[in-house]
C-alpha cells in the first residue's frame, strides 16, 4: 500500500499527515461520505443555470463549494494513516468530522491534502480530473529519471 506525507506548519499547527492509497473499507467510507454530501452540493441549481446566464460570483462560490464538499472533503479525510502532532503546537490537528470543520482548517493545508490524496488514489477523481493527475505523475517521474 502506499504512502506518502504531508507536512504543515504554521502559527497554529505542526502536523505531519501520513497519507495511504485506499484498501476496501477507506473505499466504503468514501462513497458514504460523497453520497452523504450530493444532496448538500445544491448541483441542481448549477446544472439547471442557462448557458447565457450571467455567471455570477455567487454561482462560482456554490459550484466551487459543491466540489469541496462532494469530492474533496471525501477524498481527503477517508484516506489518513497516521497523524503527528507537534505537542509544542498550539492546536493539534484531527481528521475533521464535518465538511465545515474541513473548511476551516488553513487553505495550505487543504491544498497540500488534496494534491496528495488525489495522487494515491487516482480513482476518486471524477474522470477528466483522473486523467490529468496520471499526466501530472508521468511527467513527475520523466523530470525525475532525466539526467541534470
Not at 441542481?44 to 463549494?65: C, G, P, Q, R, Y
Not at 464538499?69 to 503546537?89: E, F, G, K, L, T
Amino acid at each position: 500500500m502506499a504512502k506518502k506525507e504531508v507536512t504543515y506548519k504554521d502559527e497554529e499547527y505542526c502536523v505531519v499527515l501520513t497519507l495511504r492509497s485506499a484498501n476496501g473499507f477507506d473505499g466504503l467510507k468514501h462513497t458514504a461520505l460523497v453520497t452523504a454530501q450530493i444532496p448538500l452540493t445544491k448541483f441542481d441549481e448549477i446544472s439547471n443555470a442557462s448557458e447565457e446566464e450571467e455567471v455570477t460570483e455567487d454561482f462560482l462560490i456554490k459550484a466551487m463549494t459543491g466540489i469541496a464538499r462532494a469530492q474533496n472533503y471525501p477524498m481527503c479525510v477517508c484516506c489518513v494513516d497516521v497523524i503527528h502532532n507537534d505537542p509544542n503546537a498550539s492546536t493539534q490537528f484531527v481528521v475533521p468530522k464535518s465538511f465545515e470543520a474541513y473548511m476551516n482548517l488553513p487553505e495550505k493545508l487543504l491544498d497540500m491534502w488534496v494534491e496528495c490524496a488525489s495522487e494515491l488514489n487516482p480513482h476518486w477523481l471524477p474522470p477528466a480530473q483522473e486523467g490529468t493527475a496520471k499526466a501530472v505523475e508521468e511527467q513527475q517521474r520523466g523530470e525525475e529519471s532525466e539526467p541534470s
